[in-house]
C-alpha cells in the first residue's frame, strides 16, 4: 500500500513537473521577498489559525494534538499539486516545499512543544532529518526534475498530451486519496 501511495506521489509531482521551465524559478529568484513573506507566513499564520479554532471550538483532546501536529507540519508534496490544479504559481509552491520541509526540522518540535504546553499535558514530537530529506528528494526534487527534464526534451509531445497527463495526475490524486483511507480506516472507525 506504501509504495502505492509512493508511486502515485512520485506520478503527480512528475506532472507537475511537466508545467515549470527554468524560466519559472529564474523570475521567482528576481522576486525573493515573496519567497520569504510566504515562508514565515507559513511558520506563523498556521500555527495562529490552528490556535484560534483550538480556543474557539470545543475540541477533544485528541483532535486538538492532530490540530497542533498539522500546523507545525511541512507542505507536501501533493500540494504543488493543488497549486497545478488552481494555475497557482506552481514554481513559488515548489520552492516554498523544500523550505517548508528544512524549517519543519526545528518548526515541528517549536510548534508542537509550544501548543502541547497551551493546549495539552502531553510530550513534544520529533522530526528526523534523515528521512523528510529524503522524501523531499524521492518525492518532490527528483519527479518535479523529471517532469522539467521531459518538457525540454520532448515539447511536442508533452504539449500534445497534456490533457491527458492532466487525467493522469487527477487519476493519481484520486487514488491517492482512496489508498490513504483504506490504509487509514481502522483509526477512523476507532476515532468514532
Known amino acids: 500500500m506504501d509504495l502505492a501511495i509512493q508511486a502515485c506521489v512520485f506520478v503527480i509531482m512528475t506532472i ?14 528576481e522576486r525573493p521577498v515573496l519567497v520569504i513573506a510566504a515562508s514565515v507566513a507559513q511558520w506563523v499564520a ?3 489559525i490552528a490556535w484560534a479554532i483550538i480556543i474557539a471550538l470545543p475540541l477533544p483532546s485528541h483532535i486538538v494534538a492532530g490540530t497542533i501536529l498539522l500546523a507545525a507540519c511541512p507542505a507536501g508534496a501533493i500540494s ?3 497549486a497545478h490544479i488552481a494555475r497557482a504559481d506552481v514554481a513559488l509552491s515548489v520552492t516554498l516545499t523544500p523550505i517548508s520541509t528544512a524549517a519543519a526540522i526545528l518548526k515541528m518540535p517549536l510548534i508542537t512543544a509550544v501548543g502541547n504546553r497551551l493546549f495539552l499535558e502531553g510530550s513534544g514530537v520529533t522530526a528526523p532529518a534523515g528521512p523528510i530529506a529524503l522524501q523531499v528528494l524521492l518525492f518532490l526534487l527528483l519527479p518535479v526534475i523529471t517532469g522539467m527534464w521531459l518538457r525540454s526534451s520532448f515539447p511536442k509531445a508533452v504539449a500534445r498530451h497534456k490533457v491527458t497527463a492532466r487525467r493522469i495526475g487527477d487519476a493519481a490524486l484520486f487514488l491517492t486519496v482512496a489508498f490513504l483511507l483504506f490504509k487509514l480506516r481502522q483509526y477512523a472507525i476507532d476515532g468514532i
Open 16 to 29: 507537475v513537473g511537466l508545467d515549470l521551465t527554468r524560466e519559472d524559478f529564474v523570475r521567482l529568484s
Open 80 to 82: 504543488n499539486y493543488y
Open 46 to 48: 498556521l500555527p495562529l
